[in-house]
């Protein structure tokens, strides 16, 4: 059992950057890809960013250049940071993980964060 908590959100204005971070329980954490989603007011949720277990990350296209995603094994931690955010960020960003997965399919996900606000004002 994994167990998934995010913290970092908040308020910020457009051009601005926030640091989310997720702690992870459990002791096989260098086992899962780990990511990052977000689900806007009346979208579907979507992929942001993911750190695969044995190495490499993906961006979507739509936060390319600007957000970075980082883990660190030892500590049981993935981090996503946000730099030029942009009103159209505004959402829930959930922390993911999927045991030597992919993330690709959210219906595939092994567990899910609570979630965390973000918003970005104009």
């Known amino acids: 059992q994994v167990q998934l908590v995010e913290s970092g959100g908040g308020l910020v204005q457009a051009g601005g950057s926030l640091r989310l971070s997720c702690a992870a329980s459990?002791?096989?954490?260098?086992?899962?890809?780990m990511g990052w989603f977000r689900q806007a007011p009346g979208k579907e949720r979507e992929l942001v960013a993911l750190m695969w277990w044995n190495g490499g990350s993906y961006y979507a296209d739509f936060v390319k250049g600007r957000f970075t995603i980082s883990r660190d094994n030892a500590k049981n931690m993935v981090y996503l940071q946000m730099n030029s955010l942009k009103p159209e960020d505004t959402a829930v960003y959930y922390c993911?993980?999927?045991?030597?997965?992919?993330?690709?399919?959210?219906?595939?996900?092994?567990?899910w964060g609570q979630g965390t606000q973000v918003t970005v004002s104009s």
């Open positions: 459990g002791r096989t954490f260098s086992s899962y890809t």
């Open positions: 993911a993980a999927e045991y030597r997965g992919n993330l690709y399919d959210p219906s595939r996900v092994d567990y």
